[in-house]
């Protein structure tokens, strides 16, 4: 068994305004089309945001069924959920219509019957859920769901074999947790017990072991952001390089995967940080050497100084785009607020318990309860609790009360110190 595993591919997407990146992200989906193809893949698994938008443009949908018209020719199946970009506030998304040309079958639950190859439809209720089936190998998903949503339908998650891959278009937290912030909403031990993990949303690729089986992310399979640059350069005292992610799909072989990597178009990501313009446009002008005629730079400057945008911008007329973004440092006055004394909030009684709680010793630690059965007049019970239950009992009890005659000490409560208000609340104390 050998399948294609894809996912946030975002057909459509306009990267920085441009047209001509949507088409780069076509190209990036066609190629590994064609490569999975010569794969020899059984099937193809997409997690998730195949388009940009849930209203793709005409001309967006028209790429996606040339594409998935390579796997159809080849008779190869593919199973797909919805990603978070890919869903419709209606029932229905641009899934729906490439489902209907036959070129992929949408995984979950669904409000009618579906009919075809390679598909299990299970009545649950009022409701279907759709399973994909290749030669005994379960293949469960659901589309993109809130945190507590997935919750309510991870039972209809668990597959009824252990040959089984499981798709979702989620974050997984211990993931996530890795190098990225974004909210996540399962974390590995809410995923049902699967032989592998098809996912989507996070656009890093990720190879995980878990369990005996493959938690995989295979990543956007083109540079969405500047986090997923090919190179990043850090050219404040000195200059740092560093290589960044690859861009691709993945190639499971008998639940094992290999990562195929696609070329793309290089973005470069700099930061130059200078005290002044003249440090800074000579800083730029060392990073502009890295770059080539078809490279996207995003550039961010941070100076003192105002810049000479046009100026630094000159540096770069080679590159295919530059994104220039300039934040303005300013010196930041640090205050320090006096913190009142602890005689100044907390009284004679509690500044001699607090003393005693500060101590390393058991022992000394163990003597704390004591003085509080002292202070508040409990000396005669063993504990705090056998005085709440016998008071509970006298009040209940009327005429069996049990008088509580040993004279509680009351604090002196002071008003003010040094002329000024005594704080009354933990707030006071620590200031607004």
């Given amino acids: 068994m050998r399948f294609a595993h894809f996912a946030d591919i975002h057909l459509g997407y306009e990267q920085y305004n441009q047209p001509w990146r949507a088409e780069d992200i076509t190209n990036a989906f066609r190629l590994a089309a064609k490569k999975a193809v010569e794969e020899k893949v059984d099937f193809v698994v997409i997690s998730g945001d195949l388009f940009h938008r849930s209203y793709p443009t005409p001309k967006t949908i028209k790429d996606a069924i040339e594409i998935l018209e390579i796997f159809k020719e080849q008779k190869i199946p593919v199973f797909a959920v919805e990603g978070n970009h890919d869903r419709s506030v209606r029932d229905m998304s641009a899934y729906h219509l490439l489902e209907k040309l036959g070129l992929l079958t949408i995984l979950g639950l669904r409000k009618n019957k579906i009919e075809r190859d390679n598909v299990l439809c299970q009545k649950i209720g009022d409701v279907y859920f759709v399973k994909g089936i290749y030669e005994g190998i379960e293949i469960v998903g659901e589309s993109y769901k809130t945190r507590w949503r997935i919750d309510r339908i991870k039972p209809l998650l668990k597959p009824s074999t252990s040959e089984s891959i499981l798709v979702l278009?989620?974050?997984?937290?211990?993931?996530?947790?890795?190098?990225?912030?974004?909210?996540?909403?399962?974390?590995?031990?809410?995923?049902?017990?699967?032989?592998?993990?098809?996912?989507?949303?996070?656009?890093?690729?990720?190879?995980?072991?878990?369990?005996?089986?493959?938690?995989?992310?295979?990543?956007?399979?083109?540079?969405?952001?500047?986090?997923?640059?090919?190179?990043?350069?850090?050219?404040?005292?000195?200059?740092?390089?560093?290589?960044?992610?690859?861009?691709?799909?993945?190639?499971?072989?008998?639940?094992?995967?290999?990562?195929?990597?696609?070329?793309?178009?290089?973005?470069?990501?700099?930061?130059?940080?200078?005290?002044?313009?003249?440090?800074?446009?000579?800083?730029?002008?060392?990073?502009?050497?890295?770059?080539?005629?078809?490279?996207?730079?995003?550039?961010?400057?941070?100076?003192?100084?105002?810049?000479?945008?046009?100026?630094?911008?000159?540096?770069?007329?080679?590159?295919?785009?530059?994104?220039?973004?300039?934040?303005?440092?300013?010196?930041?006055?640090?205050?320090?607020?006096?913190i009142p004394a602890e005689n100044q909030f907390f009284n004679e009684f509690e500044l001699k318990l607090l003393e005693i709680l500060r101590e390393e010793s058991e022992a000394l630690r163990g003597s704390a309860i004591e003085i509080i059965k002292e202070h508040f007049g409990l000396g005669e019970f063993k504990s705090l609790k056998d005085f709440s239950e016998i008071e509970k009992s006298g009040a209940e009890k009327g005429s069996e009360k049990v008088e509580v005659e040993k004279e509680k000490k009351e604090t002196k409560k002071i008003d003010s110190v040094d002329g000024k208000k005594k704080p009354k609340t933990l707030l006071d104390f620590l200031g607004d």
């Fill in 169 to 338: 278009h989620q974050a997984v937290k211990e993931v996530i947790d890795i190098e990225l912030e974004i909210a996540y909403e399962l974390t590995l031990n809410d995923l049902p017990k699967a032989r592998y993990y098809a996912l989507g949303h996070v656009h890093l690729p990720k190879i995980l072991e878990f369990d005996g089986s493959y938690v995989v992310y295979p990543g956007s399979i083109e540079r969405y952001d500047a986090r997923e640059a090919s190179i990043f350069v850090d050219y404040s005292e000195s200059l740092v390089k560093r290589e960044g992610c690859k861009k691709g799909f993945v190639v499971v072989d008998n639940f094992k995967p290999k990562f195929i990597e696609i070329k793309t178009r290089n973005l470069l990501n700099f930061v130059v940080n200078g005290e002044n313009y003249s440090e800074v446009e000579k800083k730029t002008s060392e990073l502009a050497k890295f770059a080539e005629n078809e490279d996207l730079v995003v550039l961010k400057i941070l100076c003192r100084e105002e810049i000479d945008v046009k100026k630094l911008t000159q540096l770069f007329s080679s590159v295919k785009h530059l994104e220039l973004r300039f934040e303005r440092l300013r010196e930041k006055k640090q205050e320090f607020k006096e």
